[in-house]
């Protein structure tokens, strides 16, 4: 089915693409860049947005994981300096190409676009402009007949690009992450560049050697997984094991001590157990690190819980004029004025805002038939 000359995509297909481009655009890697090394005695390549021309905001996603994958990979050469840019000229003819490099002193600049063809065709389309030449000296095309193939087209279209245009052969393997602990959030670095969260097959890795970092933030540190030099052979595959743990040495340390001290401010009434408790729960907004700190975050808000319902010890605003609030320990029947107001339990204080001023009878009756009176000014 074709909606205004474009194929119909599905909701399904856009989960499939997010996933699929997500290792187009960021495992074009090669070797790491030393990070005193300056700009100036590279060359400098000026990226501009792959541009989406086909009239469809779907193909918005694929366009920028186009751009991504460039800057990503020529970052990662030595002889690169890459000056990624958000501006585009009107006209992509060489007058305005080489102002845009004067402007910039780009020394090449690499740009390109997705249409769609008379028969309904995805066309992508990769050139370089060398400002010494002032002229593109590379064009690459690639046409997909359906948007499935676009994947395939994009890896295509920037690996014929990068090869013509640094002159090396580019070389692909996997690289397989097991997780044998917790199924819970963390990060893979490879050379030093954040490549994303709770990846598990890395495919397109350039092949050569890689350092790979795998860590967790968790509520005390920053915990390392997995640290090594890995070789990813051509069109082969390699696994990396690590273990998520349930609980760390620092963190039964750290939250046993905090537990400790807010159990004895509820027996004593502790002023600085409120402290404690803002601690823990700043502490555990990282609590997705593992199963077990999320059992111990439900553990603390049982203990908050405890904590408001033997009395509210949080620093809260004093009732407004004219009102008062009534906290009680044991559940019963609250009495204003020998008339029946409410029925009162230890969970919540209860505001009472509507009185008139002057003074009022207020009385409790419990279950077991005792009463206590107060009088209180309104």
Known sequence: ?????????????????????????????????PFAQQTEDRARVLVLQFENETGDPQNDLICRSITDTIVITLRLFKKYAVLPTEERPESLNVPSLSALSRKYRA????FGSST???????????????????????????????????????????????????????????????????????????????????LYVLSNILTG?????????????????????????????????????????????????????????????????EKQFKLAFTLLEKADASATLSELKERFDELYSEYIAVGSRTEEPPPPAGGIKVTVKTAGTLYIDDQEYDRLDT????????????????????????????????
Do not use: C
């Open 116 to 198: 769609i063809d008379r028969e309904n065709r995805f066309v992508f389309k990769l050139s370089v402009f060398d400002r010494f030449e002032n002229r593109t000296t590379i064009t690459i095309e690639e046409i997909s007949e359906s948007i499935l193939g676009t994947f395939e087209a994009a890896d295509n279209l920037v690996t014929g690009v990068l090869e013509r245009f640094s002159d090396m052969h580019i070389g692909w393997g996997t690289l397989i992450l097991e997780n044998r602990g917790d199924e819970r959030t963390f990060e893979i670095y490879i050379n030093w560049e954040f490549i994303g969260e709770n």
């Open 347 to 378: 969970e919540e204080p209860l505001e009472i805002t509507d009185l008139s001023p002057g003074e009022h009878k207020l009385e409790m009756r419990y279950d077991g038939g005792g009463k206590r009176k107060h009088n209180r000014g309104g």
């Open 209 to 273: 050697s890689h350092e790979v970092l795998i860590k967790q933030v968790r509520p005390f540190e920053e915990k390392v997984l997995f640290s090594g030099r890995i070789n990813i052979p051509e069109e082969e595959s390699v696994q990396v094991t690590f273990s998520i743990p349930p609980f760390t040495e620092l963190e039964k340390s750290g939250f046993g001590i905090i537990e400790k001290e807010i159990k004895t401010g509820l027996e004593e009434e502790n002023p600085e157990t």
């Open 107 to 110: 020394d090449d600049i690499i």
């Open 1 to 33: 089915m074709k909606i205004g000359g474009m194929p119909k995509v599905g909701a399904g297909f856009n989960v499939m693409l997010k996933r699929s481009l997500a290792f187009i655009a960021v495992f074009f890697l090669f070797i790491e860049i």
